[in-house]
Nanobody, 118 residues
């Protein structure tokens, strides 16, 4: 199993920046992908970004590309989501998750709330 703990959320104003962190523990040697997702009130959870844990290849959804970036620190077993120029529509609970090579995100964190005021 892998345990994931997110941190870094909060209440900010439009245009501000936040950096979310997700610390992994447990079977971290099995991690293939680390991803960030978000779920806004009344909406489906959506993919935001992921990073390949071994090669560092990243992918960010088009709607946040240029504002959000994902990075990882293998030594600390931590993945980050840097969010710049935040907009009210970025308000959501942000979750990190991990894929251990089975082609699906099996393990999820508890989420961290990001609220962007206009």
């Amino acid at each position: 199993q892998v345990q994931l703990v997110e941190s870094g959320g909060g209440l900010v104003q439009a245009g501000d920046s936040l950096r979310l962190s997700c610390a992994a523990s447990g079977r971290t040697f099995s991690i293939v992908l680390m991803g960030w997702f978000r779920q806004a009130p009344g909406k489906e959870r959506e993919f935001v970004a992921h990073i390949s844990w071994s090669g560092g290849t990243t992918y960010v959804r088009d709607s946040v590309k240029g504002r959000f970036s994902i990075s990882g620190d293998n030594a600390k077993n931590t993945v980050y989501l840097q969010m710049n120029s935040l907009k009210p529509e970025d308000t959501a609970v942000y979750y990190c998750a991990t894929d251990l090579g089975k082609g699906k995100y099996e393990y999820w964190g508890q989420g961290t709330q990001v609220t962007v005021s206009s």
